[in-house]
């Protein structure tokens, strides 16, 4: 078994709760402009929007602002006020400065790898400044060796990521929530992928069936899991 060189960790619903605020969001829109249709209607044309947006605009609170503003004008005929998109860009905004909480196990864990002497790399996706921003109000940014934020989580990025680090993928390990971005793109290029669920999934980062079956990882209950799943590793 070759020599673990990288061990990196995602950080939304991983390392912190991030989806559960933009589900409120979301939810309080839903309260705010009840009168311009059903929740269903406006859930189905938000997905579509972002759907769209998504190589435009990317991930983040931004991205979510925006398509938030958009679906709204389409399903009210431009008919939305300048004060409900004022309630709007409110909403995005706290999505842009809310505390951070670690999940569970999450201090005791890095602490545990870190202490080994292993490499610790923040590997996640999304706008600079806010992804940043999470990371300081974290207060976990002293325990990283590497910060890597991407506009996107895919084979050919985590590829570019471990030879610019000089690591074969038989020496790296990525820990995260999302099977799309965290666990399947690890897997498929030979390295070792854990997969710790969260409770909720936002609606682009699900995966069928069928693409979980095509790799190999190991699934946790709690990234307090992973500090005795790398003893068998290294």
């Not at 859930?43 to 983040?60: E, H, I, K, S």
């Not at 390990?173 to 971005?181: A, E, Q, R």
Request: aromatic residues 8%; without cysteine; charged residues 20%.
């Amino acid at each position: 078994m070759p020599t673990l060189r990288l061990i990196a960790f995602d950080a939304d619903d991983t390392l912190w709760p991030n989806q559960p605020h933009f589900d409120a969001a979301e939810a309080r829109l839903h309260e705010l402009l009840e009168h311009y249709g059903t929740p269903q209607q406006f859930t189905d044309q938000f997905f579509a929007v972002q759907r769209q947006n998504l190589p435009l605009f990317g991930y983040g609170a931004k991205p979510f602002m925006l398509s938030m503003i958009e679906t709204v004008l389409q399903l009210t005929d431009g008919q939305i006020t300048g004060q409900e998109i004022q309630h709007i860009l409110d909403l995005g905004k706290r999505l842009l400065d809310f505390p951070i909480e670690l999940l569970p196990g999450v201090a005791d864990t890095l602490a545990a790898v870190k202490a080994r002497g292993l490499p610790l790399m923040l590997l996640t996706k999304g706008d600079l400044f806010d992804q940043e921003s999470k990371l300081a109000r974290s207060g976990l940014g002293d325990l990283f060796d590497h910060v890597e934020i991407v506009s996107e989580k895919n084979e050919s990025t985590y590829q570019r990521i471990l030879d610019r680090h000089n690591v074969r993928p038989e020496e790296f390990v990525m820990v995260g929530n999302s099977l799309k971005s965290d666990v399947l793109p690890v897997a498929r290029l030979g390295g070792h992928a854990a997969y710790v669920p969260y409770h909720t999934t936002w609606v682009l980062e699900r995966v069928s069936e069928a693409e979980q079956a095509s790799a190999s990882f190991r699934e946790m209950q709690s990234v307090a899991e992973v500090p005795a799943w790398l003893e068998g590793l290294v």
